[in-house]
């Protein structure tokens, strides 16, 4: 035999299926299950607190499966596996993912299909257990605190230096960040780190021509 036939015969060997038995399919896709099943109930614990959307929950879940059986098949026959190559090329997702974490779990998802597949089921167990122990032991470090929006309305632009002496008795470096004015009057939005809210909301409601104050929390970033 030449070095001619060997190779063509290479090459069309790779185009017949190889001995993926259905136990091994069955295991794989059982243990990626089991690990996708881990994720989901890890993604609703830490996000429980803010807006859990199990949708997404439910998607992670279902694209660690999707994502197993897409290699089993790659592995399978060298033709299926040009064929996903090239079906997955034109595939656009355009989803927005609104909080970053999300991103990590999203990648956490394929990544554990992926190792799944290839038969690595060590790798994926441990690793499942790194980032578990990684997210919460990062959630439980300290952040800064996140200032609030102070929110002013008053009879005019002039009763500014007023309201910005009162502010700052309870706390520190208080930003204006807006002043709206009207024929009614004027608003003004103030971006503060408060210790004693209450005291600081009865001082500025007992000022002369102050006639609203409101105090907001937001969950945007927290500067150090």
């Known amino acids: 035999m030449s070095f001619k036939d060997i190779i063509k015969k290479s090459v069309l060997e790779s185009f017949t299926g190889s001995n993926i038995t259905t136990t091994t399919v069955c295991v794989t ?16 614990l830490s ?3 803010t807006f859990y959307n199990k949708t997404f929950n ?11 059986s897409i290699i089993l098949a790659m592995q399978s026959n060298l033709a299926i596996s040009l064929g996903m190559v090239g079906a997955l090329s034109i595939v656009r997702f355009r989803t927005a993912v609104k909080d970053p ?7 956490w998802s394929i990544s554990v299909g ?4 290839a038969g690595i089921y060590e790798i994926a167990i441990i690793a499942s257990l790194i980032v578990t122990i990684g997210l919460f032991a990062l959630e ?3 952040v800064g605190n996140a200032a609030m929006i102070l929110v002013v309305n008053c009879d005019s632009l002039d009763k500014e230096g007023e309201i910005l002496e009162i502010v ?17 009057g004027a608003d003004f939005v103030i971006e503060c780190r408060v210790k004693e809210p209450a005291e600081m909301l ?7 021509g102050v006639t609203g104050v409101s105090l907001l929390e937001h969950d945007g970033e927290v500067n150090f």
């Open 101 to 107: 974490k999300d991103l990590v779990f999203l990648f």
């Open 47 to 49: 996000t429980r607190k």
């Open 140 to 142: 439980l470090t300290p």
């Open 58 to 68: 439910v998607s992670l879940a279902a694209i660690a499966v999707i994502t197993a």
């Open 168 to 184: 700052k008795h309870s706390c520190k470096r208080p930003s204006v960040k807006s002043r709206n004015a009207s024929v009614t």
């Open 114 to 117: 992926i190792i799944c597949g």
């Open 29 to 44: 896709l059982g243990i990626t299950v089991i690990i996708a099943l881990y994720i989901f109930l890890v993604y609703y």
């Open 202 to 208: 009865k001082a500025l409601k007992a000022l002369a």
